[in-house]
């Protein structure tokens, strides 16, 4: 047997038994950080997604007659686009509204506009630059919401990316990821998911650059019921050890402009290029949400790799946020 293939089969027979998922899925009204997802729930989501992804005309209009606001403070494509395509292919509609049109709490405030939105449609997805504008938006509005993206959780990323993972290994559980660069949103987002999912994950940021301690005290609780594994050092080279996904995002998030300099001699030692790869596994993959800077956090050279799933990555937000458009809008009212 190969050396890939006997790695796969060494995580199949690692894996535990799977909780099962909650009687009502996403019971939360919301999804704004994956800290509400029941462990699961994500496998149920995984599932849908894997078949929605197969067969998409199976759920041509299962949701007609829907619809969803997008309402975002800061630029997309992929999130943007994956959710108007997919409410699309799932026979409902989409409206977005862009800063211009409608600066949050300028206009009017985000609590009058999350109670009008409520009236119109079905579903919202925000992205905002603070969380705490998320959260007031979702406390007012009687539909369920959805984070796009704010400074401190990206939980939609997170579902591509281990929907990803598990495409590429077949098994979440036990699983090594190595995430090198910045303690971001995208970061928390995939400490919650990774840790749910019982997939291990190895942190590399440069020190000053950690995840909140608020977030890894929560973390650690998570970790002892599912077995995960996650582990901080200020070494990319120690993190990538026995990798399965080798990942990274910007130095530089929206609304960090003003960093920039700094940031970015900061971060030099923790760029993902020729060096990372020829160290990591052999049947290691390399992930990134993208947008990419190229030069920066990752190179071309690593984000062209054969290895290199960035865009399976980016594809998958599709599938994934399909199943959880679905799975919101269908599920059982708690009684
Ligand atoms: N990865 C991601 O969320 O991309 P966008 O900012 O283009 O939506
Ligand atoms: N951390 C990045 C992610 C972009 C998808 C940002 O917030 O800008």
């Given at each position: 047997m190969s050396k890939k293939r006997k790695r796969k089969a060494k995580l199949k027979s690692k894996a535990r038994k799977r909780p099962k998922s909650r009687k009502?899925?996403?019971?939360?009204?919301d999804f704004l950080?994956?800290?509400?997802?029941?462990?699961?729930d994500l496998d149920l989501l995984f599932k849908l997604a894997e078949k929605m992804k197969k067969k998409p005309e199976a759920f041509?209009?299962?949701?007609?007659?829907k619809s969803l606001a997008l309402l975002f403070q800061k630029p997309s494509i992929r999130t943007r686009v994956s959710f108007q395509v997919g409410m699309a292919e799932l026979g409902g509609n989409s409206v977005y509204m862009d800063p211009q049109e409608l600066p949050l709490g300028e206009r009017e405030s985000i609590k009058d506009v999350a109670r009008v939105l409520s009236r119109y449609c079905d579903v919202a997805a925000v992205r905002t630059y603070h969380h705490a504008d998320t959260e007031e938006f979702a406390r007012n509005s009687s539909i369920p919401v959805i984070n796009g993206l704010s400074d401190l959780y990206h939980p939609c990323q997170t579902l591509a990316d281990l929907f990803t993972i598990r495409e590429k290994f077949g098994e979440l559980q036990k699983t090594n990821i190595a995430y090198i660069g910045d303690g971001n949103n995208v970061l928390n987002s995939l400490l919650y998911g990774a840790s749910k999912a019982g997939a291990n994950l190895a942190i590399a940021t440069p020190?000053?650059?950690?995840?909140s301690e608020e977030i890894l005290k929560d973390i650690k609780l998570i970790c002892k019921e599912s077995g995960s594994k996650v582990t901080l050092s200020n070494n990319p080279f120690t993190a990538i050890k026995n990798a399965h996904a080798v990942y990274t995002d910007v130095w530089?998030?929206?609304?960090?402009e003003k960093q920039r300099d700094q940031r970015l001699r900061d971060f030099q030692p923790f760029q993902v290029n020729g060096a990372i790869i020829g160290k990591a596994p052999k049947d290691s993959v390399i992930m990134h949400c993208l947008p990419a800077h190229r030069g920066e956090e990752i190179t071309e050279e690593a984000i062209e790799?054969?290895?290199?799933?960035i865009f399976d990555q980016a594809e998958n937000r599709l599938h994934t946020q399909k199943a959880l458009l679905f799975l919101l809008l269908t599920r059982k009212k708690k009684r």
């Open positions: 009502i899925p996403f019971e939360a009204k950080s994956l800290k509400e997802a029941g462990v699961g041509f209009g299962k949701l007609k007659g020190r000053g650059y950690e995840p530089v998030s929206m609304g960090q790799h054969p290895r290199s799933v």
